[in-house]
Every structure is written in structure tokens, then in C-alpha cells.
């Protein structure tokens, strides 16, 4: 009763195609949006902004752009650190070598050469499926993490192989970049940034581009048959998600962190990432951000929990009880809900459709 | 064993590359020593290591062919089994009972994983299963370290180190990486033997085959999985005692595990076969790159170059050299 479509008559075709038709989730996104923009920088802490929000987006892009290739076009990828990471020493290279450019173009440049990688390793894709593809795709990993270490032209020729952002702002004066830059002005960059390619991301799986990924990802046999062009498909997907991993990538060096090195990437970020998108819930755009808040906070959770109940640890064996609470956690979540926390809204959604009475 | 047409040529080309690679290597580029007895070196020494990473893909393809899991928490039963086995050896325990008290916790492990995360997680996809067994790993790698701490241990169970002159004394072979092949090669007999000959063996043979089929002429599935990856945790404590005497017991003995993919990759998930020569090709190709190519491209190049040697591989065959041939339907 207190959630339902009922009474909501839609006189037009653009009602008919909205992304929210139901009134009551238009007003909880625009609720959303409105605690998201005004009310979190007004109240949060500079720890929160820095530790909490900011890799939360990050990683949730990051997430989304995963999400794309594994679970709406159905290949396995283990290789989004590499992809990140590709993200980022572009948008080091470009920044470093036009330091005119806007950082908007810098960043969206950045994911568009992530994409032209992305391709480039997506090409295996069409001969090789499923656990093959996701060990394959760990080569562009190892390989794309190597190359930066190894040749100094992508680092500038820093000793140390660590990159720096140099400071870079929007509407000429607010700065968004390096160490000048305030916690509020980096959140709504990376907020408006993230909503903006979030949006972009539901239009792309529910157009033509998305049933396709859909057709491929449930029976790539059967969808090659009723005439989706395979090649161009897989390859769209890998392009997709890896300029959504590359643009994560740029602005986790240059928001986030502010100086990064290629390790920042390896090959756990991947897992990382993967988790997020099967926690969250394969094939599901809000899932990539509810699995990323949740992989997000779960371990600052988890390191600061003995504290508040006045334990006291040795700090070595608390990073290994993590580890071990953690995987018990992953394998609990897995066993509870397999379609992930995207699925248990869904439920609790039509719950609430339904309530006060029981169907 | 019967061979493809297609793969046995695979395998002629690839050795043909490997010797002609480094030779023209070595013709037109100042930088690189070529020499035939120590290209054999080299070669033999990538060998004996890959049997080394065959050991550890082996675990994962017995996995795999039973119960269809790839199961990412080999790397980190390797390590968990070695932590166990020096833990209980500095406890005063004998080795040999070190050892049986080691494979009993293994073949608990096995029961325990069967019980509490294959059994509810039963049907379901295979990413799922996946993404459990990378929770196991998270799991094992925390709490053999809390268990057991985490300081670098030294495994000795009395093999030397020493290297060895062979052919004339023109060959460096180290004595150690002999003794890990034959090892290993025992091992694989054993398990051929077991699998071919016992009634368990049959089992598992017809479980692997189809396990719908043979569940419905009464194989009880899950003491097979737990057979199974009681199986596969002696397989990794072998692993671990191998790579634990020889690079110490640490951390980094969870990592083998990503040495061992592109070794499973190529020689496919399902063949016991396919992981020995599998491993072998890695071995010896990623030494020889190493030697022979690394020094012009810059070097440090084994994070990689195994995977993308596999890569080149699958490209002629998708399912690896000896996985079974993948057949859709519509």
C-alpha cells in the first residue's frame, strides 16, 4: 500500500519511458540527490568526505563500469585495476603535457584511451568464454601494471614511479586537485561526475546497446543467431566499461589519493572491484553503489570494532582477523542472497507494495 | 593418452619457437648471451620449475573436473597446509607425524567447506561459487596467519639445495628442483593410478563425466566433493612442502596461485594431463623469455609474460590444449 504504481496514469510516451514511472522513486531519488549535494557536505567531517565518500564513489563507478561488462554483457573480467590504472597515467600524461586543458576534458580524454585499451584486450574475448576469459583478462592486469612501472615516459621520469596531480580546477577558480583543493569542492566534482556517467550508464542498458549485452551475456549463441553483430557487441561492452573504469581510475590518482603509484592497482583492486559487483548484484546499476558502500565500510567497520569494545589487539593479528571476517562475511552474503543487495531492495520493495496484506 | 591432431602440432610449433626465439635472439642482439649448453640450462631449469607450478595447477583441475569450481583458494590452501605442517613441527611433532596430523586437518578443512559453503551454495553459478572459494582464500590466508603467525618459516624436511653438473659437467641443474619433478611425478602416478583403479576413483571419474547421471545411479555427491577436496588439500600441502622448502613459509606462498593459472589455462581445467604440460610449457617458456628476451624489453617481465604466452595459446585453442571440447547448443 505504501509503495504502488496504482492511480498513476501515464498520458504520454515520454511518461512512458521514464526511468523511474513510480512517483513515490522519483521522489526518493530526488530526496536522494538533494542529502547527497546539500546536506552530506554540510555536515560531514573532512575524515568522512576523504575516507568514506570519496572512494565510495570512486570504487562504485569503478563498480558500475565492471558491472557493464560482467554482469549486463556477461564477460568474466578480472583486469579492472589494469584498466584503472590506465585511467589514471593517461590522465597524468595528459595533464602533465596540456596543462591548459580543463580537467573535465582531461579526465573524460583519459577514460576514451582507457576505452581504445579496453578494446585492445577485449579482442580475445570473441574467441575465449567464461573462467578462460577471466584468467586471460588477468594478462592485461599484470601486463598494463608492468608497463608503468617500467618505463619511466608514463611517470614523467620520477624516481620513485609515483604520479602526482598537479592542481587543477573548475569555473576557473575552484580548485578540485592537489593538496590546495578542499574535501567539499573534490566530493561535488566527483558527485556531479559520478551521477552524471551514472545516468548515462541506465540509459545505456536499457537502449538497444543494453538488450543486446543482455541477449549476448544470456546465450551468445542464440543472440549471434537472431543477428547481434558478436565482434561489435563484446567490444562495446569492454569499451564501455573501461572508459568507466579509466575515468575511476583518473579520479581516484587525482582526487583521491592525489599521488599515486602502479600498485595502487594490482591485480586485489580487481578482486576488489569484482566483489563489489557481486555483493551489490550482477546486473544491477544500483547494486555497483550498494556493493561498493558496502565493501567501503565493512573493513573500516572492521578495524575499528575492537576498539569500541575496549579490546586490545596487536595490530598484525587484527588485519588477520579481518581477512578471516571478511571472507566468512563475502561466503555468508553469497549464501543468503547469490543475486546480491540490488535483489534484497527489490524484495523489499515489493514487500512494500503489497503491505499490510501478505499477497 | 590419446592426442588431437591439432594439439600435437600446438606442441611442435611451440618447442620449435622456443629453441628459434632465442637463438635469433642471441644472432642479431649484442646484448644477449646465446650458447646451446647454457640454453639447455636454462631451458631444463624452466622445466623442473614448471613441474613446480603443474603441482599447484593440479589441485585446481581436480576441483574443477569434480564438482565444476574453480577454485581460487588453492593458492591459499598451499600456504595453509605448509603454516600447519612448520607450526606443528616446531611444536615438537616428529615429521611424519607432522605430516599425517596435517593431511587429517586438511581432509576437516575439506569436510567443513563441503558442509558450510558448498552444500548451501548448491546450483548455483558457477561466478557465485567463484566468488565463495575467493572467500575461503580470504578466510584460510587470515587465519592460518593468526594461527600460526606471520614471520617467514623455514620448512626443512632434509633435501639438499645444492646444485648439481650434469652431461659432462656443462649443465647447472639444481638437485632440489630434481627431486620436486620426481615428486611430482610420483604424485601424478598415484592420483592416475587412484583415479583409474579404485572404486572412489570411479566414482569420481563418473562424477566429473555427469554428476546428474551419477547421482542417479546412487553416487552420493557430497562425500565425493569432500573426497575431492580432501584430495586437492593433499595435493596443495605436497605444493606446500615443495615451495615452502624452497622459498620459506610465507605470505607469498598464497600468490603461487596466480603462477598456476595461465599453467590451468593452457592446459585446460579439466585435464590432469594438460596441467603437467601445461606447467612444463610455462616453465620453460617464461625462463627462457626471461633469459633470452626480457633484457630488451626492459625486464621483470614473469609478473606477465606466463599469462600472455597462455593467451597466445588459446587463441589456436580456446579450451586450452587437453580441455574438453567446448560443444553449445542453441
Not at chain 1, 594478462?139 to 612501472?149: K, R
Not at chain 2, 605430516?99 to 548451501?120: F, S
Request: proline share 4%; aromatic share 14%; hydrophobic share 60%.
Amino acid at each position: 500500500m505504501i509503495y504502488r504504481e496504482a492511480g498513476e496514469f501515464k498520458s504520454s510516451y515520454q511518461a512512458d519511458q521514464a526511468i523511474l514511472t513510480i512517483r513515490q522513486d522519483r521522489w526518493f531519488i530526488w530526496g536522494l540527490m538533494a542529502f547527497a549535494f546539500l546536506v552530506i557536505p554540510a555536515i560531514s567531517s573532512e575524515y568522512w568526505l576523504t575516507t568514506i565518500m570519496l572512494p565510495f564513489l570512486i570504487l562504485g563507478l569503478a563498480a558500475l563500469g565492471l558491472n557493464i561488462l560482467t554482469g549486463y554483457a556477461g564477460q568474466l573480467s578480472l583486469g579492472t585495476g589494469g584498466f584503472m590504472a590506465t585511467g589514471a597515467f593517461a590522465a597524468y600524461k595528459l595533464a602533465t603535457a596540456f596543462p591548459e586543458l580543463n580537467i573535465v576534458i582531461v579526465i573524460l580524454a583519459s577514460g576514451l584511451i582507457t576505452s581504445g585499451v579496453g578494446i585492445l584486450f577485449g579482442v580475445p574475448s570473441l574467441r575465449i568464454k567464461g573462467f578462460y576469459l577471466a584468467v586471460a583478462t588477468l594478462a592485461s592486469q599484470f601486463f598494463l601494471i608492468w608497463m608503468f612501472n617500467k618505463f619511466g615516459w608514463f611517470t614523467n621520469y620520477s624516481a620513485s614511479g609515483v604520479i602526482s596531480a598537479p592542481p587543477m580546477s573548475v569555473f576557473n577558480e575552484i580548485l578540485v586537485t592537489g593538496p590546495h583543493a578542499t574535501p567539499v569542492a573534490k566530493y561535488l566534482f566527483v558527485l556531479t561526475l559520478v551521477v552524471l556517467l551514472t545516468l548515462v550508464a541506465k540509459n545505456l542498458v536499457r537502449s538497444n546497446i543494453g538488450r543486446e549485452w543482455m541477449a549476448v551475456r544470456d546465450m551468445d549463441i542464440a543472440a549471434e543467431i537472431i543477428g547481434i553483430p558478436m565482434l561489435s557487441t563484446k567490444l562495446k561492452a569492454f569499451a564501455v566499461s573501461s572508459f568507466y573504469c579509466g575515468v575511476a581510475g583518473a579520479l581516484w590518482a587525482f582526487l583521491h589519493t592525489g599521488s599515486v603509484e602502479p600498485l595502487a592497482f594490482d591485480v586485489n583492486r580487481s578482486f576488489q572491484v569484482l566483489f563489489m559487483v557481486i555483493i551489490g548484484g550482477l546486473g544491477s546499476i544500483m547494486g555497483a553503489f550498494l556493493g561498493a558502500g558496502f565493501i567501503v565500510l565493512l573493513p573500516i567497520l572492521l578495524t575499528n570494532a575492537p576498539h569500541w569494545f575496549g579490546l586490545n589487539i596487536a595490530v598484525d593479528t587484527i588485519s588477520h582477523i579481518e581477512f578471516m571476517v571478511f571472507g566468512i562475511l563475502i561466503i555468508f552474503f553469497l549464501i543468503v542472497e547469490p543475486h546480491g543487495l540490488a535483489r534484497l531492495w527489490q524484495i523489499t520493495k515489493e514487500k512494500l507494495r503489497l503491505w499490510p496484506f501478505p499477497y | 593418452m590419446h592426442i588431437e591432431r591439432d594439439v600435437f602440432y600446438i606442441i611442435l610449433a611451440s618447442l620449435a619457437l622456443m629453441v628459434a626465439i632465442p637463438w635469433a635472439a642471441g644472432m642479431l642482439s649484442e646484448d644477449i648471451f646465446f650458447e646451446w649448453p647454457f640454453f639447455f640450462e636454462v631451458a631444463i631449469g624452466g622445466l623442473l620449475a614448471g613441474v613446480m607450478y603443474s603441482l599447484v595447477a593440479l589441485g585446481f583441475v581436480l576441483i574443477f573436473k569434480a564438482s565444476g569450481v574453480f577454485n581460487f583458494a588453492q593458492g591459499a590452501m598451499v600456504l595453509f597446509s605448509a603454516l600447519t605442517l612448520v607450526g606443528l613441527q616446531e611444536k615438537g611433532l616428529p615429521i611424519w607425524l607432522a605430516i599425517l596430523a596435517t593431511l587429517a586437518i586438511m581432509a576437516l578443512l575439506a569436510y567443513l567447506i563441503e558442509r558450510l559453503v558448498l552444500r548451501p551454495l548448491v546450483n548455483q553459478e558457477h561466478i557465485i561459487l567463484f566468488m565463495a572459494t575467493i572467500g575461503i582464500t580470504y578466510f584460510l590466508d587470515g587465519f592460518g596467519q593468526t594461527l600460526w603467525g606471520s614471520e617467514v618459516k623455514i620448512l626443512d624436511i632434509g633435501f639438499s639445495n645444492q646444485p648439481g653438473f650434469y652431461f659432462g659437467g656443462k649443465i647447472l641443474i639444481n638437485d632440489f628442483d630434481l627431486i620436486a619433478a620426481l615428486i611430482a611425478g610420483v604424485l601424478v602416478v598415484s592420483l592416475a593410478l587412484f583415479f583409474q583403479y579404485t572404486r572412489i576413483g570411479r566414482a569420481l571419474r563418473a562424477v566429473a563425466d555427469d554428476n546428474q547421471a551419477a547421482l542417479s545411479v546412487g553416487i552420493p555427491l557430497k562425500h565425493i566433493w569432500v573426497i575431492v577436496w580432501t584430495v586437492a588439500g593433499v595435493v596443495a600441502l605436497v605444493a606446500g612442502i615443495m615451495w615452502g622448502s624452497k622459498l620459506g613459509v610465507q605470505f607469498s606462498l598464497a600468490l603461487i596461485a596466480l603462477k598456476a593459472l595461465p599453467v590451468l589455462i593452457l592446459g585446460g581445467f579439466t585435464s590432469v594431463p594438460g596441467a603437467i604440460v601445461g606447467g612444463l610449457i610455462i616453465g620453460a617458456g617464461e625462463k627462457l623469455a626471461e633469459v633470452f628476451i626480457a633484457p630488451l624489453i626492459g625486464g621483470g617481465i614473469e609478473d606477465w609474460f606466463a599469462y600472455m604466452l597462455a593467451l597466445a595459446f588459446l587463441v589456436f585453442r580456446p579450451q586450452g590444449l587437453f580441455g574438453e571440447k567446448i560443444i553449445e547448443r542453441v
